[in-house]
């Protein structure tokens, strides 16, 4: 290991030449084809290095057409070397491929569209409403209220693109947003935290929570309904075979291994039925899908009053759910009594629904949580108690997982731009899960909502974790389109 640490800080050393201005450095991550790969990537990165480095990754395009994650440090060779070391260990412990220091060219920046500037967040809400309207739903989707850290917001239409075609893309939306005296510039994407998107918008039931205090008092005055929620039988086994003939197709091509076993679920919320399921019962790793249920039993804490829900615990809530950042659920862990207090809580009082739950360990250093599990059945016993506003907090708990954040269900997938999803995925070295509702919008205006839980377990730890996470992350995308399609073709209200 010190030697590695010893030849890398020479091999960057040695390329500064004598006499001419030093180059700048940057570190890199990974380089891929596919810019959904390279996305979920960056969203595991940011978990596994913490929110001041995720500030700083970048997305960024190469000479030969492949995109890659960078950490935009533009140093010296000695300095990126430094970070270099730093967080190949942090990234091998967590079964991740090293990261390089390499000089800072032969790729440029992406480029997104800008609407404005400034400290007033409610003002950028309303010019958001606008170009939602005017641009349509294909910017829309694309559309968000980003935190830029100095105070300020700054409205950007995400479309990571070179500089002279997301320029054009500028002027074109000049022009048409002119009559509103909205004007448009370029900047380069920069990775910031998302205050508000596509999915604040269209969700009606919680675009923006009141104030905490008033959330308690409203949740307070509307206790848990006490019922012992069920799921249907499967009426759809011909959508279970479809699911089930594409795995085992996939397993012919190598892309799953034998010791790799899978859960699905699909259950309709519209009409409460289950349309497909395949191992719903089995108990799997959950790795960080558990995080709203940690967020269930903090609120049925604070629904009584016995713990308060404020800034500090709503920020830290936002990052548990939207960035899945270990730190602040452990944060929420400790406030809500730690994990022993959590599993026997939501036994005790939601025992209905996780039947197959266990909660008995914070997130290790690395963000290797191993111990804590659920099934595929229980995801969707809780999302479908959720969804029927049957629990403490109901609303925050959709606002918090509807907030924009990379999912496999949605992105990636032909399920139309403008779809809300509330969702929560799960990466670790044996797990890749994805759990969450989609709520597709009929010709007719109406919702049609459902469930969707896919996880895929390995016996052991995978060498190439990135590797591994990004190839079974697209298995999930290709059940998530199957799905879709399939309720498409069959016309569901």
């Known amino acids: 290991m010190f030697r590695f640490f010893f030849i890398a800080l020479i091999f960057c050393l040695s390329s500064i030449r004598p006499g001419l201005a030093a180059p700048a450095y940057d ?127 700054t409205l950007i239409y995400r479309r990571r693109g070179d500089r002279s075609s997301t320029y054009a893309v500028a002027k074109k939306h000049a022009k048409m947003l002119r009559r509103y005296k909205i004007s448009t510039t370029i900047i380069a994407e920069n990775n910031n935290p998302v205050v508000f998107g596509e999915a604040s918008l269209l969700d009606d039931q919680s675009v923006e929570p009141p104030p905490e205090k008033l959330v308690i008092e409203t949740v307070y005055k509307q206790p848990v309904q006490p019922r012992q929620p069920t799921l249907s039988v499967v009426t759809d086994s011909a959508l279970s075979q479809s699911i089930e003939e594409l795995i085992n197709d996939i397993r012919r091509q190598g892309k799953l291994l034998s010791e790799e076993r899978t859960g699905w679920m699909v259950y309709d919320l519209a009409n409460d039925r289950t349309l497909a399921e395949i191992n719903g019962d ?46 602040a659920t452990n944060w929420i862990m400790r406030a809500a009594g730690g994990p022993e207090k959590i599993d026997r809580l939501l036994k005790a009082e939601y025992g209905a629904i996780f039947k197959n739950t266990s909660i008995v360990e914070y997130i290790p250093a690395g963000g290797k949580t191993y111990r804590n599990s659920a099934s595929p059945s229980d995801y969707v016993r809780f999302l479908k108690e959720l969804w029927e506003d049957r629990l403490p ?52 205006g109406r919702r049609y909502p459902y469930a969707l839980i896919g996880v895929i377990e390995r016996e052991s730890r995978a060498k190439d974790y990135g590797n591994w996470m990004l190839t079974r992350g697209n298995v999930i995308r290709k059940v998530s389109s199957l799905v879709y399609r399939d309720l498409k073709n069959k016309k569901l209200p």
Request: proline residues 3%; aromatic residues 10%; neutral net charge.
């Open 393 to 444: 907090y109901s609303k925050e708990i959709r606002r918090l997982m509807s907030l924009p954040k990379r999912n496999r269900l949605y992105h990636g997938t032909p399920i139309p731009k403008g779809t809300l999803v509330y969702s929560k995925s799960g990466s670790t070295a044996h797990l890749c899960g994805d759990m969450g509702i989609i709520v597709l919008r009929g010709k007719n």
């Open 282 to 327: 089995q108990t799997f790793q959950a790795a960080s899908m558990i995080k709203p249920f940690v967020a269930l039993a903090f609120f049925h804490q604070a629904a009584r009053k016995e713990i308060p829900y404020g800034p500090k615990s709503r920020r830290n809530m936002e990052l548990m759910i939207q960035r899945s950042n270990n730190s």
């Open 27 to 153: 570190v890199l991550y990974v380089w891929d084809d596919n810019l959904d790969n390279v996305l979920d990537y960056q969203s595991q990165l940011a978990e596994l290095l913490g929110d001041e480095v995720a500030r700083q990754l970048r997305i960024v395009r190469h000479e030969d057409g492949r995109f890659g994650v960078i950490y935009d440090h533009n140093g010296t060779a000695l300095s990126s070397a430094k970070i270099m070391v730093q967080h190949s260990e942090i990234l091998r412990n967590a079964d991740f491929s090293e990261c390089l220091a390499i000089e800072d060219n032969d790729y440029d920046e992406l480029f997104n569209v800008s609407y404005g500037l400034g400290p007033n967040l409610d003002a950028l809400k309303k010019v958001y409403d606008t170009i939602y309207r005017v641009l349509g739903t294909e910017v829309g989707s694309n559309l968000f209220i980003e935190q830029t850290g100095a105070g300020n917001y």
